[in-house]
């Protein structure tokens, strides 16, 4: 059965590529795409979904505005990974398609209120502002998602914008809290399993050669972020991030994880945004998340390029 989702991002090419490949697949049901501000301000993160969209074919599908900063904090953006443009790596054409009239946060909570309880999964990729102002906003959606994937947190991976913190969560840790809190069902892909899904020299020259337009775009972002992180990580490629989220719904069995207690340091300067896994079960606070640490890379990387030929 085709799961509906509703994909909350901030891209980035990596959430280019998430985006790209559940557009792709047909197991997936995309809803619509809901902007938020994070590794470029929200201005650019919809005008890179509109090319997004644009560059898969899948031009009707519905690309919505939301907030432009985290709920109670400043923005912190990360052009250091990105670029100026969140997308940089290639020219694209400027995208012809317009943004739906509707906010993101409303967009989302109309949705869930209009369709079966328990029928959409949200996907955030990014900061997690959208989805915790709906949920502040209209608290009886919680118990009509069906169930959250989002990339961010770490535990044994620490942070990667912060010594304690990844981004997506340190950017917006009050809006994480929510979601935490939420009672909703969450599965989480933190650095933990990210870092497992570098990106190689053979898999970037497979795209490269591909006689196809999406293929060659994606091998010239991923050439373009890794710069970054294999200068930071000393490792030959770049995690690909968000595309476990997306990965997750079509083959869960690509990943392993563990069903644990996560809380969100709010109060603290140092450890700002930092997700407290209680992997050993060391206290008696209550499960709330599967915390993802472990994935089949080659499985995970055969699939996208599987799919995204296909596109
Ligand atoms: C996350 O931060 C962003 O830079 C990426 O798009 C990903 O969502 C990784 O920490
Ligand atoms: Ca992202």
Known sequence: MRQNIIIDTDPGQDDAVAILLALASPELEVLGITCVAG???LTKTIYNARQICELSGKIKTPIFAGCDRPMRRDLTT???????TG???V?????KIKIETTHAVDFIIETLRASPSKSITLCPLGPL?????ALKKAPDIADRVQKIVLMGGAYFEVGNITPAAEFNIYVDPEAAEIVFKSGIELIVAPLDVTHKVLTNNEWVSELKTQDNYICNVVAAWTSFFERFDTEKYGTQGAPLHDPCVIAYLIDPDLFAGRSINVEIETKSKL???MTVADWWGVTDRSINALFLNNVDAIGYFKLITDRLRKL
């Open 78 to 84: 990360a052009e250091h990974v990105h670029g100026k």
């Open 39 to 41: 590794n470029v301000p």
């Open 91 to 95: 020219t694209l054409p400027e995208p």
């Open 129 to 133: 502002t959208n989805i915790g102002t």
């Open 271 to 273: 450890t700002r945004g």
């Open 87 to 89: 997308l940089d790596g």
